[in-house]
């Protein structure tokens, strides 16, 4: 199975944005290690990210029928994207949602979350280990989808 790990706005300064928020892992050293755990559990993983809304659109949209199943960090749009929650919908693919920072442990405007709704879970406070519980948890999903 392939698997897309999907991050949006500002997490390409993971490392130096906000450490005692999100830790001094580099998006890089993120990447290597959901690309290192896929491996281990015979998912093949690659990873995107951009700032920007509508490529965040571009990049489910080009998923479909391409890979098994997605990770999604979709940063700050989280909290205001119809638009990202309507994708995600269209294209039929299981999607956990991941973040760094506990979301609910936060401010108000953290709380709400569009993507919740058209994902089959959520992961956020475990940090980077996040990620990698998430490939877990599609991994269970998408060996339940094969039986
Ligand atoms: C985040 C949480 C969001 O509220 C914030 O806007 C981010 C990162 C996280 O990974 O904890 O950019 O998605």
């Known amino acids: 199975h392939k698997i897309l790990v999907l991050n949006g706005p500002n997490l390409n300064l993971l490392g130096t944005r906000?450490?005692?928020?999100?830790?001094?892992?580099?998006l890089a050293m993120l990447e290597k290690r959901c690309i290192d755990h896929g491996t281990a559990l015979r998912l093949s993983v690659?990873?995107?990210?951009?700032?920007?809304?509508?490529?965040?659109?571009?990049a489910l949209h080009g998923a479909r029928g391409v890979y098994a199943g997605i990770i999604l960090n979709a940063g700050a749009y989280t909290h205001t994207s119809v638009a990202l929650m309507d994708a995600i919908y269209s294209i039929e693919l299981p999607t956990v949602e991941v973040h760094l920072s506990n979301i609910h442990a936060r401010?108000?405007?953290?709380?709400?979350?569009?993507?919740?709704?058209?994902?089959?879970?959520?992961?956020?406070?475990?940090?980077?280990?996040?990620?990698?519980?998430?490939?877990?948890?599609?991994?269970?999903?998408?060996?339940?989808?094969?039986?």
């Open 107 to 147: 401010e108000e405007f953290r709380h709400r979350s569009y993507i919740s709704r058209a994902a089959i879970g959520q992961i956020c406070g475990f940090g980077t280990q996040g990620y990698l519980m998430a490939l877990d948890a599609l991994k269970t999903h998408l060996t339940k989808d094969d039986a």
């Open 18 to 26: 906000q450490p005692e928020v999100y830790g001094n892992e580099t």
């Open 46 to 58: 690659e990873c995107e990210q951009t700032n920007h809304e509508g490529a965040l659109l571009d």
